[in-house]
């Protein structure tokens, strides 16, 4: 019987599954990672390491550089400002001088047909004389009184003075303006009180300035009370009560204080208003033991203040004998220490 023969097994060997991207990964990063030989140069990975390891440095050196370029910014501007302030502190304690006037330049109505005042040139006339005068005396800051608006333009052409209020209160208003010399000083504020003025309650200037050079602030108040015996008395003795009351308010405030006008009076408003505000004449005068007005002869314009010393007083009659005005022109030197 024949044999019969089993087939031989064969043992296969079971297939390996194909590399996964993560060994492949591995594999090429291990091959990287390989040194090549001693003389070789290091691997690729060593050099990204490297390379960012430098970058991380220089970014961090350069950070270090801006900060130190902000914290010297800091600084200069630190230093610029502690000058600035230095700066400002010297000036607002430097002293200083300005000249200070006050003139009723007598109204255009008044020269005008049917005016009180026909034997005077018409106004477009004496303009022209006045400015003469207000650029004779140098005058920083001029109180002025009775300046109509026809007046004050051609005086503002003819002398380049600002006014306050000027035309801000209206054509019908600047009878009391404030003219000053901008390039002297400038306005940092304007207000005004109330007076009687034969008959009609009229708004008076008050302004605070500020000397350009050393930016030391000071203010002028322009007053005109009303003339007259009767009720107009008693209108021009409350005008007198006004100002003494915001003189005293403005003292408060710590900064010097001029006053000018045609007051209407001579002792009576040297004695009722002068030690009641603390003021002193430039034309000098006290009151420390009892009234002693200023020496004569007296005229019903003034300029006075506190927180100044005062020289170089003039009572300059050009207008009354050129028939520019009925008013003297009054001006003196005020020195801030």
């Known amino acids: 019987m024949a044999s019969v023969m089993e087939p031989e097994v064969t043992t296969a060997r079971d297939p390996q599954p194909p590399a996964s991207s993560v060994e492949r990964a591995t594999e090429a990063a291990a091959s990287e990672a390989t040194i090549l030989s001693p003389a070789g140069s290091p691997d690729r990975l060593l050099r990204l ?23 010297r910014l800091r600084e200069l501007a630190e230093k610029r400002a502690a000058r600035r302030e230095a700066a400002r502190e010297r000036r607002e304690s430097a002293p ?13 109505q008044h020269t005008a047909p049917g005016g009180s005042r026909q034997k005077y040139p018409p106004a477009s006339t004496r303009t022209a004389g006045a400015a003469g005068v207000i650029g004779s005396h140098g005058v920083d800051v001029l109180g002025t009184q009775e300046l109509q608006a026809d007046q004050l333009r051609d005086l503002q052409n003819r002398t380049g003075m ?12 600047t009878d009391n303006s404030i003219l000053y010399d901008p390039g002297v000083v400038e306005v940092v504020s304007g207000s005004s009180f109330t007076i009687p003025f034969m008959g009609t309650p009229r708004p008076q200037p008050i302004v605070r300035f500020r000397h350009e050079a050393t930016g030391r602030e000071f203010y002028v108040v322009n007053t005109h009370p009303s003339a007259g015996g009767g009720s107009y008395l008693a209108e021009r003795r409350q005008g007198q009560a006004a100002l003494v009351n915001v003189v005293n308010d403005l003292e408060s405030e710590g900064v010097p204080i001029l006053v000018t006008g045609d007051m209407n009076d001579r002792e009576e408003f040297y004695c009722r208003v002068m030690p009641a505000a603390g003021l002193v004449a430039s034309n000098g005068g006290s009151y420390g033991s009892g009234c002693q007005p200023p020496p004569s002869p007296l005229p019903v314009d003034w300029v006075v203040g506190t927180g100044a010393s005062w020289s170089e007083y003039r009572r300059d009659t050009t207008p009354t004998d050129r028939r520019i005005s009925d008013h003297f022109f009054i001006s003196a030197l005020a020195s801030f220490s």
């Open 49 to 71: 390491q490297r390379a960012r390891e430098l970058a991380r440095q220089e970014a961090e050196e350069a950070r270090e550089r801006r900060e130190a370029r902000r914290e």
């Open 96 to 108: 200083f001088s300005l000249r200070i006037g006050s003139f009723n330049v007598l109204g255009s």
């Open 162 to 173: 600002a006014a306050w209020p000027g035309f801000g209160w209206g054509d019908k208003e």
